[in-house]
C-alpha cells in the first residue's frame, strides 16, 4: 500500500520561501505514480489545487499560485517537493500532497499524505 | 471552471441524503467525490461519477448528467458527518484541477 509522509516547517516567515516534501513508501515515485499533486486548505475552508507534476515532467499550477510555485521531484530519494515563495498571512494552510492510485491514471487522488500545517507568521 | 456545491445538508439518521456539485455540462465530464472529517485528509469515496473504491460502503452512490453531479447517501449513519468535496479533472491543455467548495453534512 502506498504512503505518503510529509515533512517541513510549521512556521514560515512573511515573504521567506514555504519548503515542504513528501516521501513515497510502499511504491517506486518514478515507476508506480504518474502524477504528484500538491493541494491546501485555509483553516475552516475548502480543497485548493496547488498543482502537479506528470511522470513526463510537465507541471501545471494554479493560475492564481503559478508565479510563486515551483514542483519538483527527487527519483533518488522517492521525494517529491513543493516550493512556494513570497508568502503571505493568507497561505496559511494544511498543506497536502496526494497522489492517484498506482499503476493507473486515474484523474483524481488515491493517496494522501498526512498534512502539514503551516502558519506564515512573523 | 467552476463547481458549485451547496455549503450544508441535513438529514436524519436512516435517511438518504444528496450532495450536488453544479458545473457548466459537468455531465459531459468525470466527476469525483471526497470525505473529509475533522482533522484528516480526504478520503476518495466515488471514482468517475459512479465507481466506489474498494473499501467504500454500497451506502454511497454518485451518478452525474446535464448540469448536475449528485453524491448519495443511503442509510445514513451519524458516522457520515463530515465534509463531502466534488471534484474535476482537465486533461486538456491547461491540466487543472478543480474541487467544489465543499459540502458539510450534519446527521440531525
Do not use: M
Amino acid at each position: 500500500q502506498l504512503q505518503l509522509q510529509q515533512s517541513g516547517p510549521g512556521l514560515v516567515k512573511p515573504s521567506e520561501t514555504l519548503s515542504l516534501t513528501c516521501t513515497v513508501s510502499g511504491g517506486s515515485i518514478s515507476s508506480n505514480i504518474y502524477y504528484w499533486g500538491w493541494i491546501r486548505q485555509p483553516p475552516g475552508k475548502g480543497l485548493e489545487w496547488i498543482g502537479g507534476i506528470y511522470s513526463g515532467g510537465n507541471t501545471y499550477y494554479s493560475p492564481s499560485l503559478k508565479s510563486r510555485v515551483t514542483l519538483s521531484v527527487d527519483s533518488s530519494k522517492n521525494q517529491f517537493s513543493l516550493k512556494l515563495s513570497s508568502v503571505t498571512a493568507a497561505d496559511t494552510a494544511v498543506y497536502y500532497c496526494a497522489t492517484p492510485k498506482e499503476y493507473s491514471s486515474s484523474r483524481n487522488f488515491q493517496h494522501w499524505g498526512q498534512g502539514t500545517l503551516v502558519a506564515v507568521s512573523s | 471552471y467552476v463547481l458549485t456545491q451547496p455549503p450544508s445538508v441535513s438529514v436524519a439518521p436512516g435517511k438518504t441524503a444528496s450532495i450536488t456539485c453544479g458545473g457548466n455540462d459537468i455531465g459531459s465530464k468525470s466527476v469525483h467525490w471526497y470525505q473529509q472529517k475533522p482533522g484528516q485528509a480526504p478520503v476518495l469515496i466515488i471514482s468517475y461519477d459512479t465507481d466506489r473504491p474498494s473499501g467504500i460502503p454500497e451506502r454511497f452512490s454518485g451518478s452525474n448528467s446535464g448540469n448536475t453531479a449528485t453524491l448519495t447517501i443511503s442509510r445514513v449513519e451519524a458516522g457520515d458527518e463530515a465534509a463531502y468535496y466534488c471534484q474535476f479533472w482537465d486533461s486538456s491543455s491547461d491540466h487543472f484541477v478543480v474541487f467544489g467548495g465543499g459540502t458539510k453534512l450534519t446527521v440531525l
